[in-house]
Every structure is written in structure tokens, then in C-alpha cells.
T-cell receptor, first 116, second 113 residues
């Protein structure tokens, strides 16, 4: 069965510093994709970044980058130059490919606190 | 602008009632999902659908059923609501062509009393 693990329930980071949020996954499907989402206190889910299993390069979107290590089955999110507005819950998610739909599951999340 | 709309933002229902949560998307996506979100547990997949009338169980389907009669609408049904189904329910769709991304509704906060 596929699985997503986020081992850090909470993280603190100083404003303007970089922070890494961990995510490991488990799947036997060779075709899969990994997402990161941000959920601020307002509750909306904000898409941050996506990495396909066949993508050769690590995905980047502005201050967000995904450190994809396929052999280790990890997909850590790196946020550079943290801002106070980055304080939120962060979820890692994985979708598998296939003819029977694209099952997409989420991890338990990491709450990030950015300190001024 | 893409849109996923859930019919209610807040619902209060009594134990034993049949509850319908509706989700409509305007993006012509095949894949739709229902999750529940609870503190410390993240989003847990209840059911998903990859086509009209097609459905697959997620990780926690017990006590729920779904209906997808039209491509744009995916309904979650609680056959007999119980207090342990008090939760935030999120509907989502996924775009797989081009820039892959999942889109979420605003969520329905369901309280079963």
C-alpha cells in the first residue's frame, strides 16, 4: 500500500533563513507524482510544487524547491529565505498513475512557525 | 479561473441522519476525491472517482459512500451519521495534463451531534 510520512509535527525557523520539511513515501508504482501544499490558518489549500517520478531535475517554484531523492524515496521541501507569511501547515502528497484512476494521498502534515 | 465548489461551508446533523456533501468542479477533470481532515492525521482519502459512475475506495471508506452521475459532480454520502464523523471534509480534483496540480474546494465543516 502506498504511504506518505512526514516525521516533523512542528518546525521553527528564523525569518530569512532556509528550512527543510521532510517527506518520505512508499509506492511500488513506477509512475507517480509528488506534491507539496500549504494550508494557512484560513484553511485553503495552496499548491506549491510538483515533481514527477520521471522528471530528471528537481522542481523549483520561486522560493520553493523539492529535493527529490528517488532511491531514498524522499521528497523534501526546501523553503529559502523564510517569511513570516510562511507560517502554516505543510502537506506532502503522492499520486500514483494507472488505468484505475490516480489515487492521491497526503501525509499528516508539518506545522511551520517562522520567528521574527 | 478553476473552481471546485462544495455545497456547504458548515453543517450540523444529528446522529443517524443521512448526510449528503456535494462537490462540483468546472474544469472537466476526470479524477475527483473526497478527504477528511483531522488534527494530527492530515488529509485521509475516503473515496475517489476517475470517471462517471466509477469509484474506488480510499483508505477510510467505512461509513461512507459516493455517487458520480455526472462528470462535474461528486457526492459524498454518510448513510447514518455518527459523532466520529465530525470533521472537515475536503473535495479535490486533479489536473494531469501540462502543469500537474490538485485543486480543492473550500471545505465543509461537519458536526454530528
Amino acid at each position: 500500500a502506498q504511504k506518505i510520512t512526514q516525521t516533523q509535527p512542528g518546525m521553527f525557523v528564523q525569518e530569512k533563513e532556509a528550512v527543510t520539511l521532510d517527506c518520505t513515501y512508499d509506492t511500488s508504482d513506477p509512475s507517480y507524482g509528488l506534491f507539496w501544499y500549504k494550508q494557512p490558518s484560513s484553511g485553503e489549500m495552496i499548491f506549491l510544487i510538483y515533481q514527477g517520478s520521471y522528471d530528471q531535475q528537481n522542481a523549483t517554484e520561486g522560493r520553493y524547491s523539492l529535493n527529490f531523492q528517488k532511491a531514498r524515496k524522499s521528497a523534501n521541501l526546501v523553503i529559502s529565505a523564510s517569511q513570516l507569511g510562511d507560517s502554516a501547515m505543510y502537506f506532502c502528497a503522492m499520486r500514483e498513475g494507472g488505468t484505475g484512476g490516480f489515487k492521491t494521498i497526503f501525509g499528516a502534515g508539518t506545522r511551520l512557525f517562522v520567528k521574527a | 479561473d478553476v473552481k471546485v465548489t462544495q455545497s456547504s461551508r458548515y453543517l450540523v446533523k444529528r446522529t443517524g441522519e443521512k448526510v449528503f456533501l456535494e462537490c462540483v468542479q468546472d474544469m472537466d477533470h476526470e479524477n475527483m476525491f473526497w478527504y477528511r481532515q483531522d488534527p494530527g492525521l492530515g488529509l485521509r482519502l475516503i473515496y475517489f472517482s476517475y470517471d462517471v459512475k466509477m469509484k474506488e475506495k480510499g483508505d477510510i471508506p467505512e461509513g461512507y459512500s459516493v455517487s458520480r452521475e455526472k462528470k462535474e459532480r461528486f457526492s459524498l454520502i454518510l448513510e447514518s451519521a455518527s459523532t466520529n464523523q465530525t470533521s472537515m471534509y475536503l473535495c479535490a480534483t486533479i489536473r494531469l495534463s501540462g502543469h500537474t496540480e490538485a485543486f480543492f474546494g473550500q471545505g465543509t465543516r461537519l458536526t454530528v451531534v
